[in-house]
């Protein structure tokens, strides 16, 4: 086999299991619309980057380009944030995106990476237990032992990749990581090196390379950010969803595309249950109803637009291998209760309370009031 003939199996193989990923990496689920936006962009683009900062933000918020492709939304909020969002990334200021969990914190900035330089997997995954590492570089022990401190025994952090190779890093969860590992970022954010002290040597980032950091404003408190290296972010917060409309668009674009690779229908037949199920985490979550009339206890929970894909998505499977495919409030009931109860003493009387109060009175709501009462028994 020639050298171009491995390449091309090796670039078939690649294909094939971005095909049968379950979740498959933003720059191959999307990958035709990416092309066509390389094809079309005419845009100065910065240094290392595959697309312009219009063609970025066209990938986001959806458009449709002159040779006809359709390149779907991905984010559906303000324009200005994504634009924001963008622009900070083409400058030296990393991009910091905050927000209430489930506001797509992530999945805005795996697409804003898989736009900017075609690769989202340069991740650090924040944890309590995140080590310096992670973040700066770690070593081969068998080489070090066997060798001694060199490059070759260095073991580079995709921070340490992404300045080396010009590219966009994504840190998640920065406020989980402890506050001594966080600071480390400061030297990496502020002057753009990262020492190795080991080998009395330097990595300096080239053009190109930027990070992203998503962090949720519930975790204040757990490990916040340092004075210092928060000025080294320019800070986007994403909010909920403005209307009812727009989260229930949200909804059913996420569930239909998590239900395509589970083989699931399509959820547009239970538009009316999505609709159902974005009302009642909406009320929850604000505390009164749709009308206004009446005022209501919120409980614990966060009720996000993430976890009502989530309510949807198990409510479509169990309407697919336990009914007949249709997406209805019995299907849907049992995804609710979870979301909503999560502290049984508190959330159980704010749930029931709403149950009689508010879906027991309203028009066209008996079979999931019926649904809820049941599965709350």
């Not at 094939?16 to 979740?23: G, I, K, P």
């Not at 002159?66 to 634009?83: A, F, N, Q, W």
């Not at 070593?139 to 080396?164: D, F, I, K, Q, T």
């Not at 403005?242 to 229930?248: G, K, L, M, S």
Request: hydrophobic letters at 40%; a negative charge; one cysteine or more.
């Amino acid at each position: 086999m020639t050298v171009s003939e491995t390449a091309a199996a090796s670039a078939a193989a690649t294909a094939d299991v971005a095909t049968q990923a379950l979740r498959p990496h933003a720059e191959d689920a999307f990958a035709h619309e990416l092309k066509a936006l390389v094809a079309a962009d005419d845009r100065p683009r910065p240094a290392r980057w595959q697309l312009s900062p219009w063609a970025v933000s066209t990938y986001l918020l959806g458009g449709t380009l002159p040779d006809g492709t359709v390149i779907t939304p991905k984010y559906v909020g303000p324009r200005r944030l994504v634009e924001v969002a963008v622009t900070t990334l083409a400058t030296d200021r990393a991009l910091l995106l905050l927000g209430v969990p489930g506001t797509a914190k992530t999945w805005v900035s795996e697409h804003l990476a898989a736009a900017v330089s075609g690769d989202s997997t340069l991740l650090v995954q924040g944890t309590a237990g995140t080590p310096e590492e992670a973040v700066r570089y770690g070593w081969n022990y068998a080489r070090l032992l066997a060798h001694g401190p060199s490059r070759e025994a260095l073991v580079p952090s995709p921070l340490m990749r992404a300045m080396a190779e010009g590219m966009t890093a994504r840190v998640e969860e920065l406020t989980r990581i402890p506050a001594d590992v966080q600071d480390s970022l400061i030297t990496i954010l502020s002057e753009k090196t990262l020492p190795i002290p080991e080998l009395g040597q330097e990595v300096q980032a080239v053009r190109g390379f930027n990070v992203i950091a998503t962090a949720n404003d519930r975790d204040r408190g757990v490990n916040e950010l340092s004075s210092a290296l928060r000025r080294r972010f320019n800070t986007v917060v994403l909010p909920l969803p403005a209307t009812p409309d727009e989260e229930v668009d949200i909804v059913s674009r996420r569930v239909d595309q998590i239900g395509r690779s589970l083989d699931l229908p399509s959820g547009t037949d239970g538009l009316a249950e999505i609709r159902r199920v974005v009302t009642v985490f909406r009320e929850l979550r604000d505390g009164v109803t749709t009308d206004g009339r009446t005022k209501l206890k919120s409980p614990t929970g966060t009720l996000s637009t993430a976890e009502a894909i989530s309510v949807v998505t198990n409510g479509l499977a169990l309407a697919t291998h336990f009914g007949d495919g249709v997406l209805r409030p019995g299907d849907v009931a049992a995804g609710i209760l979870g979301a909503v109860v999560r502290d049984p003493a508190a959330d159980r009387v704010v749930w029931q309370e709403y149950l009689e109060t508010v879906v027991r009175e309203r028009d066209g709501w008996k079979d999931f009031y019926r649904a809820c009462r049941e599965v709350s028994a």
